[in-house]
């Protein structure tokens, strides 16, 4: 037998769940089949093959979704010839229109690890997986996010214009290892940095490096041109979310490089912005924005909210909002379209976008506007 079934999946503008893996098959020898058990009908077969398209078709979303973590336009038709077997059934790539390497990769693993129903067994079937891009996408789980690294350093691309569309601000997580540093650095663009663990900030001097102890929940400020060396304490590496304004295309930080060009060590002239200073405003502790510092391209708060709050739907004319969830879940509507988030969701709204929230659970996020004004909201009563 060999049937050809087409699922089609239109991409969300979001990623999906990470593909479902299947049940382990225990390798223990098929049972004997009795000599005179019926011959599997023609209607088994394709209410086995419906089966494996309705349990597929969002495990395939999710293969999408890993891919459009590097870009969101991938689209097109990837057709698969299965060999199915009992244990561990053969994947073939027969046509891809696609041409996302981490897309086939995935979806062939997906179907080769599947446990198709007994009514299949020694069939070979022919899939074609049908993807279409959306105009932008706009949350991102930071759990399928690859990591790439260069000399003690490790960078994850969360958001840029590739995977989004959206060029105003691009999102990386810096990972630095115990004892290392990111070399001196000179910012190309104004850049945010919110530090998840304690961090050290050299200051150079002419007779020996001295450091200041940044502590987790803090924020710095480095304009562009500012020169900066940030070292892990010995006992333990260190993380950072940065916000880079303007965003752009970052292939540079995806190919494990630090997005900023080495320089001599200089007078500094970065900003730490710590916790105790921030000023609270209902559910917004705004560490930065316009008021607080002339010129810069962007304000950025901790927002948090309780369980069940809700954001009415709303617009920003000229603005992008970028969130980094660190605790809680709940749903995004973006234009009438309800997105999961979670605990390791990024997010941007780009400008002149509708969208709303409901938390599901108490959410804490690092919240940035580019350019700053839409925070001045929470400043009134």
């Not at 309705?54 to 299965?82: K, S, Y």
């Not at 069940?308 to 995004?332: D, F, P, R, W």
């Amino acid at each position: 037998m060999r049937a050809l079934v087409a699922i089609t999946l239109a991409a969300c503008s979001q990623p999906a769940p990470e593909p479902v893996k299947p049940t382990p098959v225990d390798p223990v020898a098929p049972a004997t089949v009795p000599v005179d058990a019926p011959p599997i009908s023609q209607e088994e077969k394709l209410a086995a093959i419906q089966k494996a398209m309705n349990e597929l078709g969002e495990a395939a979303q999710g293969c999408w979704a890993v891919a459009a973590t590097d870009r969101f336009d991938i689209e097109g038709e990837l057709t698969v010839m299965i060999e199915i077997e009992a244990i561990a059934s053969k994947a073939t790539v027969v046509t891809d229109t696609a041409r996302n390497a981490k897309l086939s990769t995935c979806v062939t693993k997906l179907l080769g690890a599947y446990r198709w129903a007994p009514p299949l067994h020694g069939e070979a079937i022919q899939l074609p997986f049908k993807f279409r891009a959306p105009d932008g996408q706009s949350v991102i789980d930071r759990q399928l996010v690859e990591w790439h690294g260069q000399q003690g350093t490790s960078v994850a691309v969360l958001l840029d214009e590739n995977n989004t569309g959206n060029g105003d601000a691009s999102l990386f997580e810096l990972a630095i290892d115990a004892n290392s540093t990111t070399g001196w650095r000179k910012a190309e663009r104004f850049e945010l940095w919110y530090f998840l663990t304690p961090t050290q900030l050299q200051s150079p001097t002419t007779s020996k490096a001295v450091y200041r102890q940044i502590e987790a929940g803090d924020m710095m400020v480095v304009p562009a041109g500012g020169i900066r060396q940030l070292r892990a304490p010995g006992d333990r590496g260190a993380r950072a979310v940065v916000v880079m304004v303007p965003g752009g295309r970052e292939g540079t930080a995806r190919a494990g490089a630090l997005p900023t060009p080495n320089a001599e060590p200089a007078k500094t002239t970065q900003k730490v912005l710590q916790r105790g200073d921030a000023k609270t405003y209902g559910p917004a502790t705004i560490f930065l924005d316009a008021a607080l510092l002339k010129g810069a391209p962007l304000s950025a708060s901790i927002l948090e909210l309780a369980a069940n709050a809700k954001v009415a739907e709303h617009v920003h004319a000229k603005e992008t909002e970028v969130l980094y969830v660190l605790e809680g879940s709940g749903t995004m509507t973006i234009n009438g379209q309800a997105v999961a988030v979670t605990p390791t969701s990024v997010i941007q709204i780009p400008p002149n976008t509708k969208h709303a929230f409901v938390a599901t659970t108490a959410v804490r996020a690092l919240q940035i506007y580019t350019p700053s004004g839409p925070e001045q909201r929470f400043k009134t009563p």
